[in-house]
Structures are given as C-alpha cells and as structure tokens.
Nanobody, 120 residues
C-alpha cells in the first residue's frame, strides 16, 4: 500500500526558509516518478518539481527555480523540499506525490498535504 506523509510546514517570514519532509512507504523512491506540487486557495494545482524515475533528472517550475531544492534519502524512504528565499506567493498547501512510471496529472498517489504560509 503506497502512503506518503508530509511534515515540516508552518509560518515563515518573507525571505525565510523551510524544509518539508515526505516519508513514503509501499514503494522504493527511485522506482517511481516523485516530487511536490502545491495548491493555493482559488488557484490551480502547480507542480513544483518532478524527479524522473528513468534517469533521475529533476525539473523545477520557473516560479521556484533557484530557490527550491529537492533531495531524497533512500535509506530513510524520505524526500525533502528545501525552500529558501520564500515569498508570500509561495503560500499554499504542499503535497508530495508519486507515480509508477511516468508522471501523470493528477498523480496516482499523494500525501495529505501540509500548509506553508509566508507572511510578515
């Protein structure tokens, strides 16, 4: 049974940093396409990043390039999203996701989500 559980969200001031974690079970991180998406109230879902299972390349949304970084620990079955230089427009619910094979929209599996609020 595939499960994903996020943690690490919260309130941060503009310019600050947060690191989100996503513990997964039921599959191996490198066997699935994995990543993060976010959704703000009244806005469409935005895919923040995706790591390909085929060759491990990572694609970032233009809105987060240079500020967000993906990493993973296959030992801990955990993926991370390091978010730096946060802006108020980064405020959203953040979800980690996983797809067997290639990425689909919507993803096949995702976590319950965690709130990130960027505000002074």
């Amino acid at each position: 049974q595939v499960q994903l559980v996020e943690s690490g969200g919260g309130l941060v001031q503009p310019g600050g940093s947060l690191r989100l974690s996503c513990v997964v079970s039921g599959f191996a991180l490198d066997d699935y396409a994995i990543g993060w998406f976010r959704q703000a109230p009244g806005k469409e879902r935005e895919r923040v990043l995706c790591r390909s299972s085929a060759h491990g390349s990572i694609g970032y949304a233009d809105s987060v390039k240079g500020r967000f970084t993906f990493s993973r620990s296959t030992v801990k079955n955990t993926m991370y999203l390091q978010m730096n230089s946060l802006k108020p427009e980064d405020t959203a619910m953040y979800y980690c996701y996983a797809d067997p094979g290639t990425t689909s929209d919507p993803p096949d599996y995702w976590g319950q989500g965690i709130q990130v609020t960027v505000s002074s």
